[in-house]
């Protein structure tokens, strides 16, 4: 851990990260619940507005000017390479069907690896005035609100499936994965199970107010922040194979006890 953050500027990543999420906060509240909102299909059928595209624009900028040797992924914007190690993976609005509806769930998702190796995660629910963060190896920070401080954070020690709660996005996609039984399988073996989708699920994983978040789709700008989160709250987030990757097109996050079980279920389908 010394290595890296002392040599590598882990540190200074991290912290810049944080410090650009009001401007970030400001552009897309600007639009939000807004009468001017316009939206457009991407190809893949998802929403996109000019809120997600100017968010990730202040970001690519803001990367550019303090970090320039470093690579961006970005979900609007595609691939910047770069010569550092560091790769930066954003998500301006994780979100966006919840921004356009007007429902405060929406996040922006910064994620940063080093040599491929996901060390930094923040995420922000602008809406709500919250957000998580971690760096590898310095735990993951909550602030519940704009003014409150950073306090630790750590996954639920709930033990018992049957007495857990399940979040997830959509059932669609589930559906659309051929995974349908699945979710019924898993909704049928928990407590609570909840559509508090998007980023905002994993913060809730993150928290210990939800024990489990599952989505069957999803893409590395939307892992690559939310990996170290929840590692460093202390629990567990791989695809749905079990690998602890942020590429595997989908996820599972849980306070860790009872990830296997998730698994299990997942693989019965």
């Not at 595609?78 to 010569?83: A, C, I, Q, V």
């Not at 003014?147 to 959509?170: G, I, K, N, W």
């Not at 170290?228 to 567990?236: F, S, T």
Request: glycine share 10%.
């Amino acid at each position: 851990m010394g290595i890296w953050m002392a040599d590598q500027g882990g540190e200074q990543r991290y912290l810049a990260a944080r410090r650009w999420l009001p401007q970030v906060g400001a552009i897309v509240l600007s639009y939000f619940q807004g009468a001017h909102l316009e939206r457009v299909k991407k190809h893949d059928g998802t929403d996109v507005t000019k809120a997600d595209r100017e968010a990730e624009a202040y970001l690519r900028k803001m990367i550019s000017q303090e970090f320039p040797q470093d690579s961006i992924t970005g979900e609007e914007s595609g691939e910047t390479l770069g010569s550092s190690g560091w790769r930066w993976i954003v998500d301006p609005i994780d979100g966006t069907a919840a921004f356009v509806q007007g429902v405060p769930l929406f996040g922006t998702l910064i994620g940063a690896t080093f040599n491929d190796q996901p060390l930094i995660g923040v995420i922000a629910i602008h809406a709500l005035g919250e957000s998580v963060f971690a760096l590898k190896g310095q735990g993951a920070w909550w602030i519940r609100n704009k003014d409150a401080e950073p306090v630790r954070c750590h996954v639920s020690s709930q033990t018992q499936l049957s007495d857990a709660a399940f979040c997830y996005t959509t059932v669609k996609s589930w559906d659309q994965c051929g995974a349908g039984k699945a979710h019924e399988k898993l909704r049928q073996r928990v407590s609570q199970d909840r559509g508090w989708s998007d980023c905002y699920g994993y913060v809730l994983v993150a928290t210990g107010r939800a024990d489990i978040m599952v989505d069957a789709k999803m893409h590395i700008w939307d892992n690559a922040a939310l990996m170290p989160i929840i590692e460093e709250a202390g629990g567990r987030f791989t695809d749905w194979n079990g690998r602890s990757v942020i590429d595997g097109g989908n996820a599972v996050a849980s306070n860790g006890v009872l990830h296997d079980f998730v698994l299990k279920l997942l693989s019965e389908d």
